[in-house]
Nanobody, 116 residues
Framework: QVQLVESGGGLVQPGGSLRLSCVVS????????MGWYRQAPGKQRDLVAL???????SYTDSVKGRFTISKDSAKNTVYLQMNSLKPEDTAVYYC??????????WGQGTQVTVSS
């Protein structure tokens, strides 16, 4: 059974930083595509950052230069480092995994609030 467990959300002031973590179990982490999505109140869930099976990364335009996705294969963990946070980054952030068989899984979500 594939499980994704997120941590690291919280309240931060504008301009601050947070690092989200997602520990993955039950699948071949090295062959999975991993990503982070976010959903603000009343809005759809949107892709923030993606680590493809080929090892490349991509970001939505609004976070380029501020957010970084990374993986630690020894810990089966994917991270999202978020710097220079803005109030518009406030959302529930979800970890996403697409396995080698293209099955999709989601974490439970972690709240990120950027406010002074």
């Amino acid at each position: 059974q594939v499980q994704l467990v997120e941590s690291g959300g919280g309240l931060v002031q504008p301009g601050g930083s947070l690092r989200l973590s997602c520990v993955v179990s039950g699948t071949d982490f090295s062959r999975a595509a991993m990503g982070w999505y976010r959903q603000a109140p009343g809005k759809q869930r949107d892709l923030v950052a993606l680590w493809t099976r080929g090892g490349s990364t991509s970001y939505t335009d609004s976070v380029k230069g501020r957010f970084t996705i990374s993986k630690d294969s020894a810990k089966n963990t994917v991270y999202l480092q978020m710097n220079s946070l803005k109030p518009e980054d406030t959302a529930v952030y979800y970890c996403y995994c697409s396995t080698i068989l293209f099955a999709e899984y989601w974490g439970q979500g972690t709240q990120v609030t950027v406010s002074s």
